[in-house]
């Protein structure tokens, strides 16, 4: 690697096995008889199970992300990040509103079956956020993000919901890729205004995980009525990840250029202890470990286990250059976006095909082996589209 900035495999790695990991655990969703340790926890019950530290794995690494993604620009001569930071942004919460819309899409009422209304929604993505080649010229370009952008309004027109006083389009939630791109706009600014100080970032990633705390114990109930609709789309829990994702890289960096990359291990173990120690004493005061419900312990503790996965990566990819161990799943984390929305395609057709697959595969053993094949193919899909140069960019 030319410069170190150009590309930082351990991220590159944790990127790829939490995607592949999210895929697994949202098509294992459902399955009967499958470990329930592999699963969510439900709403009132203390407890994590492997698909609750998904996201906020997730949440971390797109911390992790930005301080090294705004290195890269700034040696490329690309000045643009304020712009760059609100379009992302908006590029994620308007697909997040969407993809929230599709879960309450009402089929008897709508011209279009849901399985036909999504797919169709998910192509007019890919028009509009297609990386376009160099090559492509600037007509080509503009005719077929405005074919996109034309498919989506008629969708649009033609949405009718299910829930009760609503009849088009609305706020219900923001939707994964909503919640990601609040997180990411609030916690980009931080970094992008603090001109990445290292103490500014764990100023910030301490007030969220305190603000949250607060949220929970009720001293923040005076925010609730506009908490829904202003509050940064949350009580501080994704933006606690994703600021102690971006203080772990600015240590890093700043570890990296003293040559004292070896104590990054340290530091990350010892915060991830008082993590664990924290998350375990606020448990019994704030409604036990609980990701429908965000609260405090689930963040503390899942932020902990981030911090040791990365550990672990860095030592693994950086240190002992063990990156072709994740090369099988490489496209789920140098091309994430588009890995994300390729089930979005596949469920659909799948469902309007009603094509069925063996009694064996929808439980238990089966259904578990089902959910790692399916997990596969979407990233092979993902590397495969990425070889035509088919690949998602916001």
Known sequence: MNDFFSRVR???????????????VNDLDGIPNT????????????????????????????GLSIPFAFQNRLKRGNYKLLSRIVSRSFALIFIGFYHANMETYNEVTSLLPKPVWESLVTFSFFFIFLDYSKETSNLKRYLLQGFGVALLLVMSVLYKTSDPGHTWLHFTWWGILGLIGWSYLVCALIYY?????????ATAWIFFMFFNIDFHFGFLDFLSGLQK???????????????????SSVLYMRLKASNELKLLWAALILIAIIMFNMG?????????????RDTPSWVLICTGISLVMYAIFIFVVDFKHKYNWFKIIEPAGTNTFTCYIVPFLF??????SN???PEYLSQGTGGLIKCIIFAFVMVWLTGLLDKINIRLKI
């Not at 470990?35 to 998904?54: F, Q």
């Not at 205004?193 to 970032?201: A, P």
């Not at 609709?229 to 203080?247: E, L, R, S």
């Open 10 to 24: 351990s991220i590159d790695a944790f990127r790829a096995v939490t995607m592949f990991l999210m895929i697994f």
């Open 35 to 62: 470990p329930t340790w592999l699963k969510h926890a439900g709403e009132n019950v203390d407890a994590l199970g492997l698909a609750d530290t998904i996201f906020p794995a997730f949440l971390f690494i797109v």
């Open 193 to 201: 205004y603090s001109e990445g100080h290292l103490w500014i970032q």
């Open 229 to 247: 609709y202003v509050w940064i789309a949350g009580n501080g829990a994704m933006q606690a990840f994703t600021m102690a994702g971006v203080f």
């Open 280 to 292: 375990f004493i606020v448990r019994y005061f704030s409604g036990g470990i609980s990701k429908a």
């Open 347 to 352: 469920y659909p057709m799948y469902e309007m």
């Open 355 to 357: 094509i069925g697959y």
